[in-house]
């Protein structure tokens, strides 16, 4: 019993040494229900230097991913590319569940990306992602290429409205061969609101994928004291 854990221990230490964005997207994979280890494993990613993407539905899958030629200071890629990163999954997020995140992946391979928020709720028929889910991804940044996260969560009822009225024009006017509603576009008219406080923002992050995404609240602070600091709280054992 000893000797297959110690097999298994060196087995998992080469793999973290060798294939360090591998071994750390796997694990978050495995840990992605919870929320405390996904913080943790976070740290410990950024702790090699490996940079963790925030949720994307342009670019996220349902699961962590790898993304490789990366700009910054991520682990040097073996095909020579710029670097690599570990990418959040739409699925990681909590309230968003699997099925959800498939519609938008499923139209997300059929059209490519999104352009705007327009071709989103087009594209993805929200009566099949609830408001919950769409709340939670705007919250975790996951529409950020449209718009502000306040913007975003004051027109998710327009956004909700036009995808059902789209999508039932799109049914009838296959029914009865007649055209299809033409929703109005919520790109141009997105209201102008200031953008949600950044402690509100980070609050939001840390309770719906167990750590921040956008920044850390000592980022700002850390170039001031890093020089001061003799030992980080996680290096110190019992003795």
Known sequence: HSSDYAVITCQTAYLKAYYPVEYMTALLTVERNNTDKVGLLIAEAHRQGIPVLPPDVNHSGIDFTIEDNVEGPG????????GSAIRFGLAVIKNVGQSAVEFILAAREQGGPFKDIDDFCQRVDL???NRRALECLIKTGALN???????????IDLMIS?????????QQ????????FAATS???NLPQVPEAPQKEILAWEKELVGTYVSEHPLARM???IEKAITVLTGQIDET
């Open 127 to 129: 009566r099949q992602v």
């Open 186 to 188: 919520i790109q141009s």
């Open 75 to 82: 682990e040097r890629s073996r095909d020579g590319g710029t």
């Open 222 to 224: 850390w170039l001031d």
């Open 162 to 170: 036009d995808s059902q009225k789209f999508h039932s024009g799109i």
């Open 173 to 180: 006017a296959n029914f009865f061969d007649m055209p299809a």
């Open 145 to 155: 290429a449209f718009g502000t996260r306040a913007q975003l969560l004051d027109a």
